[in-house]
């Protein structure tokens, strides 16, 4: 089994000292803010990934 993917940043403070939480698959705390939260991976898109034809980004 490949190694899951660990976020890079608190999504509430957006410091970088984040450990996996005792409390289960997904779960991460955040040393900076003492916040907890968790991650889940809910399914690829249908449609697929997005190609901008145009030049311009938009």
Do not use: T
């Given at each position: 089994m490949?190694?899951?993917a660990a976020p890079f940043y608190c999504p509430y403070c957006?410091?970088?000292d984040l450990r996996?939480?005792?409390a289960g698959h997904g779960a991460w705390e955040?040393?900076?803010c003492n916040r907890a939260f968790g991650?889940?991976?809910l399914g690829l898109l249908a449609r697929g990934p997005r190609h901008d034809v145009g030049g311009d980004g938009i």
């Amino acid at each position: 089994m490949s190694e899951r993917a660990a976020p890079f940043y608190c999504p509430y403070c957006g410091d970088e000292d984040l450990r996996p939480s005792e409390a289960g698959h997904g779960a991460w705390e955040c040393a900076a803010c003492n916040r907890a939260f968790g991650l889940k991976f809910l399914g690829l898109l249908a449609r697929g990934p997005r190609h901008d034809v145009g030049g311009d980004g938009i």
